[in-house]
C-alpha cells in the first residue's frame, strides 16, 4: 500500500475535530431539516462575510501564483464563490428576511473575524502551500459534510436541500480536490518545520471551521462578556457649533 498523501494525514490526524463537526446539532439540523430558521439566518449573514473576505483571498492567491495553471483554476474557484456561492447566499438570505443591503452592512462576528484574518494574513505572508494548506478545512471539508448529509437522506426543507446539493456537487467536489492534490504536490519536498507549519494551519482553520458552526448555533457575535453595542463617534471637526448665550 502506497503513503497517504499529507492533506490525508492532517485530516486524520485531526479526526477528532471532524467528527466533532459532523456530529454538531447545526450541521445535523441542516441534514434532517430541523434547525431552526432564527439559527440558519444567523449563519446566513455570517458566512455571506465570510466569502467576501475569502473571494479576496482567492483573489490575492491568484496574483501572487507563479503557474498560470493554478492562477486559471483559483480565478475559477473565485468565479464560482462569487457567482454560484453567493448568488446563493443571496437568493436563501432573500428568503429570510435579509436583503442584500442588509447583508453589506452585517458586523463579523468574533470568530468570522479571526477566521477569515487568519486566511488573508496567511496569503500576504505565507507561501502557496501555506494558503492551500489554511483552505483545506474550508474546501475539503463542506463537500465532506454535505457528502455525509447526502447519505443520510436529503431533509425535505428546500433551503437545507440546495446547501446540501450546492456543496455536494461535481464542481465543488473538483475544486476540494485540486487544493488537496495542488498541496500535496508542494509537500512533496517540505521540509520536516515547514510540515509542521502546514498541519498548525490546517487544524487552526479546522478549529475555525467547528467554531463557526457554534457561532451559528449559538447566534453569537461576541462572547457575553463584550459589550456589543457600537457607541458612534463624531470626526474631529464636526462638533455643532454651540448655541448664543442669551443676554440677561
Sequence with gaps: MSEPSLSRKFREANAPLWNAILAHPFVRGIGSGKLSRERFRHYLAQDYVYLVEFSRVLALSCARSSRLSDMRYLAE??????AIEMDLHRKISADFGIDPATLEKVEPSLVTAGYTS?????CYEGTAADMLAALLPCEAGYVEIAEDLKRRGLPRKAHYRDWIETYSSPEFQRFAQWV???FDEYAMDGSPSEVQRWGRLYATSA???LLFFQMSWERELWPSIVPTELVEVEPPGMRKPAGKKKRP
Design 207 to 209: 478549529r475555525f471551521e
Design 180 to 182: 488537496a492534490e495542488r
Design 118 to 122: 487568519l486566511l488573508v494574513r496567511t
Design 77 to 82: 474557484l473565485l468565479q464560482a464563490t462569487l
